[in-house]
């Protein structure tokens, strides 16, 4: 790799400059393990960007795209279609809480998030109630970094630089995340339902009249993985259908297996009005993602419209003949594979796993659900984040690829991780975090 030119590229979300002096580099993928440049083999602890659901290189998802590419390589999206793109619709409506069967593609979680809020302006426009524009998210939700998703996110960082061109008329609740009441809880924390509450406080400052949608991570993934509390969700569902408000589920992380079920709407038994989702949707072989609406709003905004486009909205690769031979074979090995319910007989022994390293040095948190684990570790003094992000690059030296976010390791492996796997996981994490100061 001497040869390469690391200038011209632009990385996203990286330290470019440190990244350039020490890079780590990636050049093969096969089952749970990535190859490294150097010939490494490293466990995927993380499926990549939480997206490799099934595993990397699988044959079946290969084989699909590549029969597609030389089939059809591109239809147009608006005005015309092709088969596969319906079956797709399909297949992911048939995985989707009972209800939500009207699946719009978009080719990422980002796209999704700015679909989903552009649904529910629509709708309420088409019910006539067009004075609905205020959308609500959460302090430190991560929903991309669309201008939407920007502004209903909660991660200060990812907000401030573009802070006087967010959209107007957003407002937040408060997050759930309390070391007090709720550190090392296995699984959904018990207190913390009446955080919730919140949301009636913010609905009664704004008037409901006004609000369009919430929007949450039913667990909140990126921020470093807090778990709803017990009752949690069913309260925002109880408030915001009170008020003729919809409720939106970011999906992206939890869908396709991450908590052992299809999406954490099936997981938690609270269903959402509109559910976005990507990564896991197409294994990540090919960008995609998408939106599924309960029929109700879909049908709302659809007979709005007497003849014509009912929504202006779409990317030119909606539903990309390539994502979509990865997605009905991504969701073939899910179903034949019965990977969701392996995900979660499976997470016992990785929530037991998780906990071990309550005792290891630094550790202040553990926290976990289904195949999704945040170990957060207390801040060196002075040096906020140096203590994880060696952690980070120490587990990568010796064969593991963790994420960090803040002071947290997050841990999300394909969901294909055998118990040995999960084992030498967290050991890992243990006996790296035992060398550092
Ligand atoms: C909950 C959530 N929403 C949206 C996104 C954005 O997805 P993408 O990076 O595909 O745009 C992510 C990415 O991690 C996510 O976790």
Known sequence: ?????????WMPFTANKQFKTQPRLLTGASGMH??????????????????????????????????????????????LGHPLVFRAATAVAEIMPKGMDRIFFTNSGSESVDTALKIALAYHRARGEGQRTRLIGRERGYHGVGFGGISVGGISPNRKVYSGALLPGVDHIAHTHNLE?????????????ELADDLERVIALHDPSTIAAVIVEPLAGSTGVLVPPVGY??????????????????????????????????????????????KGLSNAAVPCGAVAVRREVHDAVVNATATGIELFHGYTYSGHPLAMAAVVATLDIYRREDLFKRAAEVSPVFEAAAHALKSARHVVDVRNLGLVAGIELKSRDGAVGARVTEVFQKCFDQGLLVRYTGETLAVSPPVIISEAQIAEMFERIGSVLATVA
């Open 1 to 9: 790799m001497a040869d390469l030119d690391l200038s011209h590229l």
């Open 34 to 79: 990535y190859t490294s440049s150097d010939g490494r083999q490293i466990l995927d602890g993380t499926a990549g960007l939480w997206c490799v659901n099934a595993g990397h290189g699988r044959a079946e998802i290969t084989q699909a795209i590549a029969r597609q590419a030389a089939e059809l390589d591109y239809a147009p999206a608006f005005q």
């Open 181 to 193: 009441k709720n550190a090392f809880s296995k699984g959904q924390p018990a207190w913390g339902a």
């Open 233 to 278: 969700l069913e309260r925002l569902r109880e408030i915001t259908s009170k008020h003729g408000i919809l409720l939106i589920f970011d999906e992206v992380i939890t869908a396709f297996g991450r908590l052992g079920a299809a999406t954490a709407a099936e997981r938690f038994g609270v269903t959402p009005d509109i559910l976005t989702m990507a």
